[in-house]
């Protein structure tokens, strides 16, 4: 059949499928230049956030500083110890004379959760700067979750003196 035609027919034919796969090449070229101007696009965004994040290190201690360090929960005889120890060691250093720590029992959570919570209950007595103190350096203990009570009772005789009660928490597996 293709013997058939005049070779003007053919140069048609051969023109007419140049421009066909010119059209196709156009049709496909512009749809991967689209996408890619997109995917460009989003890369310099990305790296403009990267550029925002990546701030100097004494910038990212500071931030680093004010957030509070938290270790995850343990088996709960062990964090137990680990807990009361560190509590104990801030009493300590805060100054206040407390009696024995009391490990009250620990609760589990919700049906879901697979942790407990565990309470420990500190009596002392102390002047209302060690209270301060000690609550403003609760935020150290990384196994500290809460403060559950917190009760001062200022001694009417003695008011620079305060008796304190103070429960906290922590959870454990």
Known sequence: MIEKLSERDKRALKIGAVAALAVLAF????VWVGRWRAVRTSLAEKKAKLRV???AQ???EGILSIVPVFEMPQKEEKQKFLFRDKFNEQLKTAGIKSKPLQVL???KLNGQS???LLRVKCSGKCSFGQVLDLVANLKDNP???GIEELRIRCDPEKREEFELDLTVSTFVR
């Open 27 to 30: 049709y496909f070229g512009t």
């Open 53 to 55: 994040l990546n701030m």
């Open 114 to 116: 697979e942790y407990k």
């Open 143 to 145: 196994y500290l979750v």
């Open 105 to 107: 029992a620990s609760v």
């Open 58 to 60: 004494a910038k990212q």
